[in-house]
């Protein structure tokens, strides 16, 4: 990858033959010089020699007297010439002695002595020193105004300062890279999307002659992680044409105009290189939507609008495509949106179960893993995880494995990765006992009704109660496939087992000793319960109308499109959902205390268990009968693969 500023040399060099400076420096260079200068005269003005006749004085080899204001007016008579510049006085007494004073301006006492015959004259004119100092606060004022104004009219025209622009150099990296689509797995639907674009650049000649109009933009939208710079480098790649990538904040400064200049310096760049791709990662930081009431921020809304011409001005065809890359498209200024612009808006979503392991599996080649890691287990226990998850649990596990002294990962590395970033790292706490005990209570009430409802609701994986970050303990459930919806049934049986652990501290401990343990356990239940009912649709009371929570940047607000007496409704219906799901759980674990007791007292003597485990622990080592729903699962399962 070159430098962009080695490439702006070249350019420049071809561009700009006879550039001539923009004469800042010269500027700043008379500016203290005639500073100086002021100071100097300042400064000789402000002694005594500065208004002495030097010559007079010489030649008579004695230096003049000083009199004083009083002494002036004193010995008026003797005085035979006096001249006058300002407050400074020098002349001849009648006996040729040479004088020097500093008086007051005075019209008649002047009179009086010209009366008396004394010769005055009064020296209005001026040195060059003082002359400088007129005009030189002037001159310069003018000045800075004019270079100023030249430089913002130069800025609209395409050339602001250019020492400005290279004291705030665009970090630009370019070059022809090496990443193909076989480097970005887990979004085969989105490469697809994108492949066109190849197409695009490789056979332009072959959609032109049907009139089809090459895309001059593609906006890449997703949560963070999900490979949107990985991918639009990968269709540079693919295309094998120069690839220009820059960050929407390095167009912002605190120079007004500087935003423009750059974006018109980009422009011409990719425009010199064509055909060529120019990606803007984090677009929202320049294109904004615009308002009628942002009078502080017009150097960014005059930005996003060099982009907008730029990207379909008066030269349509530029041969540059143009792709963004945004966590926020609802920010974007609609103009940027429409079609000519970004014509094409590609949302890049978290991966599924297929591709999160197509994204292991890519990322496994560059570590080394122990043959008994299986690839779809970690792949099914990490629901949520983007691309750049992926590869940090990967790394995760190959920094623990070195601390242990392994040549290679091992499946208990990959467990420890994986609670590591979903729950944070391990806390060495001092636990009092009963704490210790109340906790495995409560894991073995999750890990216990998870069991009661397995047909229906995730398998269990494992439950601990290591304490990590804010958690004393877990219960971790693995997914046999990804879900996109939940019937009414899941949603009761995850209220059930979420309230669980809270009502086996009161059925083992007594409804005195529960604590805020279960804090967490009933925050994600009572936003399960109000999403079904507000939301899904699931309440029979509330009915199918969608009454959405409001709430900006995290604080509570009303429902919206409900009345006082329907979000009455909501909260009533929300109690009794949870009521129910914790009425549920209270009976499953007070019918089989015995078991529940067995299954805590095996967590505080191994502090983990395994999902196998625990249904040994529960059913014994019967083999538990497969119910029809489970059978019926299995069988979709086996079809679908």
């Not at 006096?82 to 005075?106: E, F, P, R, V």
């Not at 130069?154 to 705030?168: E, F, K, M, Y």
């Amino acid at each position: 990858m070159k430098n962009l500023n080695d490439l702006k040399k070249s350019n420049n060099k071809a561009k700009y033959p006879h550039q001539k400076r923009d004469g800042s420096n010269w500027f700043l260079i008379i500016f203290g010089a005639l500073f100086c200068a002021m100071i100097v005269r300042v400064f000789f003005s402000s002694t005594d020699f500065n208004t002495t006749p030097f010559g007079t004085a010489t030649q008579q080899n004695k230096a003049p007297i000083e009199l004083t204001f009083s002494d002036i007016v004193k010995r008026g008579a003797d005085i035979e010439t006096m001249t006058l510049k300002g407050n400074n006085a020098t002349g001849t007494l009648s006996d040729g002695t040479k004088y020097t004073a500093t008086i007051t301006y005075d019209p008649e006492m002047l009179k009086s002595m010209s009366d008396a015959g004394t010769s005055i004259t009064i020296d209005t004119s001026k040195s060059w020193f003082e002359t400088i100092a007129t005009f030189a606060p002037l001159i310069l004022t003018l000045l800075f105004i004019v270079w100023i104004f030249r430089g913002l009219r130069r800025g609209g025209a395409g050339g602001i300062s250019r020492s400005l622009i290279g004291q705030n150099p665009t970090k630009i990296a370019t070059g022809k890279p090496k990443t193909t689509f076989a480097d970005v797995a887990g979004i085969d639907s989105e490469k697809q999307e994108l492949s066109e674009i190849v197409d695009f650049l490789k056979n332009k000649n072959k959609y032109q002659s049907l009139g089809a109009r090459v895309p001059r933009g593609v906006l890449l939208s997703g949560q963070p992680g999900t490979g949107k710079t990985l991918l639009a480098r990968a269709i540079a790649g693919e295309a094998d044409v120069p690839f220009f990538a820059a960050s929407g904040s390095d167009f912002s400064g605190i120079i007004v105009g500087l935003g423009v200049a750059k974006i018109k310096e980009i422009f011409e760049m990719a425009k010199r290189n064509a055909p060529c791709i120019l990606f803007i990662d984090e677009i929202d930081a320049i294109g904004q939507k615009r308002s009628t009431h942002s009078y502080n921020d017009q150097d960014r809304e005059q930005t996003l609008n060099q982009l907008l011409i730029e990207m379909d001005g008066f030269a349509n065809d530029t041969g540059i495509i143009v792709i963004g890359a945004t966590n926020r498209v609802d920010m974007l200024d609609a103009a940027l949106l429409r079609p000519g612009r970004f014509d094409r808006q590609v949302y890049i979503d978290l991966p599924d179960m297929a591709g999160r392991r197509e994204i292991l599996d890519l990322y496994a080649k560059r570590v080394k893993i122990s043959d008994n890691v299986n690839m779809q287990d970690i792949a099914r226990g990490t629901t949520g995880f983007s691309g750049a998850d992926l590869e940090n649990l990967l790394n995760e596990a190959a920094l623990h494995a070195v601390r242990n002294k392994r040549d290679k990962i091992a499946p208990e590395d990959i467990e420890e990765a994986r609670d590591k970033i979903t729950m944070g790292p391990r806390k060495i706490r001092k636990m009092r006992p009963e704490d210790i005990k109340l906790t495995a209570y409560h894991e073995a009430g999750h890990a216990f009704v998870s069991l009661m409802y397995e047909d229906i609701a995730d398998p269990i994986h494992k439950a601990t109660i290591i304490p990590r970050g804010r958690a004393l303990g877990m219960v971790q459930h693995l997914p046999i496939d990804d879900k996109v919806s939940m019937t009414l049934a899941e949603v009761r049986a995850n209220l059930s087992i979420a309230l669980a652990g809270r009502c086996a501290e009161e059925i083992f401990f007594g409804s005195d000793k529960i604590t805020t343990g279960a804090e967490s356990d009933i925050a994600m239940a009572t936003r399960l319960a109000r999403y079904s009912i507000t939301t899904a649709g699931l309440s029979k009371k509330v009915g199918l109308a969608a009454i959405n929570q409001v709430g900006t940047f995290g604080t509570r607000g009303a429902l919206e499109n409900a009345s006082e007496k329907t979000a009455e409704i909501v909260d009533a219906e929300i109690q009794d959902w949870l009521n129910a799901a914790h009425t549920d759980a209270t009976k499953h674990l007070t019918k089989n205390k015995k078991t529940v007791e067995k299954l805590a007292n095996e967590l505080l003597n191994r502090e983990t268990l395994t999902g196998e485990e625990i249904r040994n622990i529960v059913f014994g080592n019967k083999e538990k009968k497969e119910t029809p729903k489970k059978q019926v699962k299995k069988n979709a399962t086996s079809k679908k693969q």
